[in-house]
Antibody
Framework: QLVQSGAEVKKPGESLKISCKGS????????IAWVRQMPGKGLEWMGI????????RYSPSFQGQVTISADKSISTAYLQWSSLKASDTAMYYC??????????WGQGTLVTVSS | QSTLTQPASVSGSPGQSITISCPGT?????????VSWYQQYPGKAPKLMIY???KRPSGVSNRFSGSKSGNTASLTISGLQAEDEADYYC???????????FGTGTKVTV
């Protein structure tokens, strides 16, 4: 099971860190993926992290725009922004990456950025 | 970043079969047998339906099947039911730089 942090409302320029806590499996042994879904739009793969050693791979579209991290001691992965933009408004999902597919998904975290 | 362009919508009557296409390129779908399909209801998280082109996770109905020919992957839903009305997304591995790319999504109407 993956449980994500609650909805956030932020202003442009603010920072934000959302979380994804895993349970019921060996969190350190599976990659965790982050996926964006903008309002009324499709899914976009952002990047993945391997909690055991924090190896990270970003999609070129999101490299430099967000920071992915994890703390294996508390089975939690994070997605972070240093300066939010209105265009970051979206639902963000974490998912367990099993080989080359996402087999379990979090419930999603809605991020709204508005002045 | 490449995008897999799916048909925006597909419709069918109960009991019929429908097929959703996921046209890719030789850099993604055509090069790897690593295509997965996800079902998403409005306001809900996606659910894995097919992986590795044609494998079904435990608990997914055998009415759902996947295939691939050349650069195009397909999801077929047979014996269409009202509960199948949802959005469906394909996803393919696209190499070590891009990693994974999702399709644009298809709304299935029953």
């Amino acid at each position: 099971q993956l449980v994500q942090s609650g909805a956030e409302v932020k202003k442009p320029g603010e920072s934000l860190k959302i979380s994804c806590k895993g349970s019921g499996y060996s969190f350190s042994s599976y990659w965790i993926a982050w996926v964006r879904q903008m309002p009324g739009k499709g899914l976009e793969w952002m990047g993945i992290i391997f909690p055991r050693d924090s190896e990270i791979r970003y999609s070129p579209s999101f490299q430099g725009q967000v920071t992915i991290s994890a703390d294996k001691s508390i089975s939690t992965a994070y997605l972070q922004w240093s300066s939010l933009k209105a265009s970051d408004t979206a639902m963000y999902y974490c998912a367990r990456q099993s080989a080359d597919h996402q087999d379990y998904w979090g419930q999603g975290t809605l991020v709204t950025v508005s002045s | 970043q490449s995008t897999l362009t799916q048909p925006a919508s597909v419709s069918g009557s109960p009991g019929q079969s429908i097929t959703i296409s996921c046209p890719g390129t030789s850099s993604d779908v055509g090069s790897y047998n690593l295509v997965s399909w996800y079902q998403q209801y409005p306001g809900k998280a996606p659910k894995l339906m097919i992986y590795d082109v044609s494998k079904r996770p435990s608990g997914v109905s055998n009415r759902f099947s996947g295939s691939k020919s050349g650069n195009t992957a397909s999801l077929t839903i047979s014996g269409l039911q009202a509960e199948d009305e949802a959005d469906y997304y394909c996803c393919s591995y696209a190499g070590s730089t891009i990693r994974y790319v999702f399709g644009t999504g298809t709304k299935v109407t029953v």
